[in-house]
C-alpha cells in the first residue's frame, strides 16, 4: 500500500522560504513519478510541479516557476518542494502524490495522494 506523508508546512511571511518534504513508502520509490499539488479556500486543486522518476524530467506551473523547486532523494524515498520568495497567494494546502504507473511523464493525472500540509503566507 502506497503511503505519502508530507510535513514542512507552516506559517511564513511574504517573501520568505520553506521546504516541504514527502516521504512515501509502499514500493519502490525511485521508479515513479512524483509531484506537487495545492488547493486553496474555495478553489480547485491545481499542478505545482512534478518529477520524473529518475529526475530527468522536471515540470513546473507558470505560477511558481523561478521560486519553487522539486527535487528527490532516491535513497531517502523523499520528494522536496522549496518554495522561495513565497507570496499571500501561494497560501494553500500542498499534496505529494504520485503515479501507480512506473517511469511515467511526471504531468497528467496522478493516483496516491498524502493527507497536506498547510501553508500560509502573511502579506
Known amino acids: 500500500q502506497v503511503q505519502l506523508v508530507e510535513s514542512g508546512g507552516g506559517l511564513v511571511q511574504a517573501g520568505g522560504s520553506l521546504r516541504l518534504s514527502c516521504s512515501a513508502s509502499?514500493?519502490?520509490?525511485?521508479?515513479?513519478?512524483m509531484g506537487w499539488f495545492r488547493q486553496a479556500p474555495g478553489k480547485e486543486r491545481e499542478f505545482v510541479a512534478g518529477?520524473?522518476?529518475?529526475?530527468?524530467?522536471?515540470n513546473y506551473a507558470d505560477s511558481v516557476k523561478g521560486r519553487f523547486t522539486i527535487s528527490r532523494d532516491n535513497t531517502k524515498n523523499t520528494v522536496y518542494l522549496q518554495m522561495n520568495s513565497l507570496k499571500p497567494e501561494d497560501t494553500a494546502v500542498y499534496y505529494c502524490?504520485?503515479?501507480?504507473?512506473?517511469?511515467?511523464?511526471?504531468?497528467?493525472?496522478?493516483?496516491?495522494w498524502g493527507q497536506g500540509t498547510q501553508v500560509t503566507v502573511s502579506s
Open positions: 509502499g514500493r519502490t520509490f525511485s521508479r515513479y513519478p
Open positions: 502524490t504520485t503515479k501507480s504507473k512506473p517511469y511515467s511523464d511526471s504531468l497528467g493525472e496522478y493516483d496516491y
Open positions: 518529477i520524473s522518476a529518475r529526475a530527468d524530467s522536471i
